[in-house]
């Protein structure tokens, strides 16, 4: 009996010495890593670890190691059990990957198992293939430009106003102190892209000024001109809450190492469910009102609809096809037509934000090139010197080179998406480099990095023949400062091929509200160059730093506001 019993055990303990042993790093052949990292359960993650107490910025990390191990191509251990994570730092090869190569590596699993807890039937969760295409297909015109201008751009330019009128109370409030910003800016891409998608006024900016100035009058202020202003605390919109709410979770799950058992059990709270609830309650009701609306209509009259926000433009195409007036299009359901409109609330809002946020930052921390700015917006409208602002249609169609310089350089430097996730559904070759079917890849979509010394040879076909395609990939002089005069042809004209434009990817997956984002972009920072100087605070509330949520935003949104 004793015998079976040390049999047993001695099965038990090879089992767990082989379960051990699968835990630890199985490196790819032939792909640089740390050697020390390879003989640790956690490989590099306690590096990572020490790098966010300081960062929280984790791609910066992470792209460090190509530089550390001196290789475009390099692979990381961040988790027991997993297959090693291969990351490529070089524009031109991230750029040929992104345009040319989706059928080689597409879009991650892991960054569709993120999302598809919340959006299961949106085109961001989809890889590249027929049912993707499809729903592409039958949103198109969404992010064209007759669109954006006709029921985007008046509520753009509305709001932009609105958020002027709530910033002059704050600058009054705060009496040259710093403010915080981006709550202001959030609310206010929250208030344009609900009434895009959904047709229906949030007003958020307008009760948040009022709110704001009735509630100040009952406030002290530090005593300190360097101290951040007191604001009084508002209440937001609920629907705004909800949409926070969801992006805190998805951040939560991105800094997680398990994160699908992570974003279950952040579903699995009261609040969570209570709150999501609440959210399919009201775009639910939305989608049905206005498909109630539409639905009794002749074909004559179904044809002749103006799709005056996403939502009707949605149960109008789903109307058509119904009645196979769409040629092959299927129609889609209700909850695929709910979490399509549901992505493009929660991106569209994230992404003006951020960008806004940067460029306010990099402005007042550059208050010659703020000037100057400035100076060209004027040339433009010279009507703003007796108090005229300039329409949206105005801002839309001027030619501007040093707004078009500033808007390229605060994209390229905010690094707003750090880091691009793809997947390898084929055997490849990467800068002589062998990428196994079914590893994770991460591209970096940064354009300043002083690129690695790489043969010509090993690049692809398709990257050499574009390698012409822009006038450089790299300043000698560094382009980790905010220059937006290395845009500027010599004549002064605005050169979109200066260096590659990664901001928002490329290619088939390049991003679907790229148009929108850009478009809010210019009306909004328009607005606010005219109508404000902006000073850096001092001290950490001047820093750089970033903070990474669903976009990487800047740690420290503060800043001293003049009205103009």
């Known amino acids: 009996m004793n015998s079976l019993y ?208 009735e509630a100040a009058k009952h406030m002290e202020q530090p005593v300190s001109k360097d101290s951040v202003a007191t604001m009084p605390i508002v209440s937001k919109p609920d629907m705004y809450n909800v949409i926070c709410f969801v992006i805190q979770s998805v951040e939560r799950t991105f800094m997680s190492f398990f994160q699908p058992l992570h974003h279950w059990l952040i579903r699995q709270s009261p609040d969570y469910k209570e709150k999501w609830a609440l959210k399919n309650r009201i775009i639910d009701g939305i989608i049905s009102g206005t498909r109630s609306q539409l639905e009794h209509l002749s074909a004559k009259q179904l044809a002749e609809c103006d799709e005056t926000s996403a939502v009707v433009m949605g149960v109008h195409r789903q109307l058509l096809a119904e009645r196979g007036e769409l040629g092959n299009l299927a129609a889609p359901t209700q909850r695929e037509i709910h979490d399509e409109l549901l992505m493009l609330l929660i991106a569209g809002h994230e992404t003006k934000a951020g960008t806004l946020s940067w460029a306010i930052k990099f402005l007042a921390d550059n208050p010659e090139k703020q000037d100057r700015l400035r100076a060209a917006l004027l040339d433009a409208y010279p009507e703003r010197s007796n108090g005229v602002q300039p329409s949206a249609e105005e801002i839309l169609t001027s030619s501007i080179p040093y707004m078009d310089a500033c808007m390229e350089e605060t994209l390229r430097v905010g690094k707003i998406t750090s880091r691009l996730a793809r997947i390898a559904v084929t055997d490849t070759e990467v800068l002589g480099y062998r990428i196994p079917k079914g590893a994770s890849v991460t591209l970096n ?120």
Request: proline share 7%; with cysteine; glycine share 6%.
């Open 445 to 564: 979509p940064y354009v300043g990095g002083k690129p690695l010394d790489i043969p010509e040879e090993l690049r692809s076909k398709t990257s050499r023949q574009s390698k012409g395609n822009f006038q450089s990939h790299w300043d000698p002089e560094g382009m980790d400062q905010w220059v937006p005069e290395r845009w500027l042809a010599d004549d002064g004209s605005f050169n979109p091929h200066s260096f590659p434009r990664l901001a928002f990817s490329a290619g088939p997956r390049v991003c679907y509200g790229r148009t929108l984002a850009l478009q809010e972009f210019r009306i909004t920072l328009t607005i606010l160059v005219l109508n404000f100087n902006f000073g850096a605070p001092r001290g950490e509330l001047a820093s750089m730093a970033a903070h990474q949520r669903i976009l990487r935003v800047p740690k420290y949104c503060y800043v001293r506001i003049g009205a103009l």
């Open 6 to 213: 040390l049999i047993a055990l001695f099965g038990l303990l090879t089992l767990l010495f082989q379960v051990y042993r699968l835990a630890y790093p199985r490196p790819y052949p032939n792909i640089p890593y740390h050697p020390a990292s390879s003989k640790r359960l956690w490989g590099d993650v306690p590096e990572l670890l020490r790098s966010l107490k300081t960062s929280q910025d984790p791609a910066g990390f992470l792209f460090q190691q190509c530089r550390n191990l001196n290789s475009p191509v390099v692979q990381l251990f961040l988790k027991p059990f997993a297959k090693p994570a291969i990351f490529i730092d070089d524009v031109r090869e991230v750029k040929d990957i992104l345009s040319t190569r989706t059928m080689e590596l597409d879009r991650s699993t892991k960054s569709q198992r993120t999302f598809r807890p919340l959006l299961p039937h949106c085109s961001l969760v989809k890889a590249t293939g027929a049912d993707f295409k499809g729903q592409r297909r039958f949103w198109e015109g969404l992010m064209g430009t007759s669109f954006l201008r006709r029921v985007a751009a008046p509520k753009m330019y509305h709001v932009a106003l609105e958020l002027v009128d709530l910033l002059r109370a704050k600058a009054v409030i705060a009496d040259g102190r710093p403010i915080y910003f981006f709550g202001d800016f959030d609310l206010a891409a929250f208030d344009v892209i609900w009434k895009v998608i959904f047709g229906v006024e949030l007003n958020g900016i307008r009760d948040e000024r009022e709110a704001t100035v």
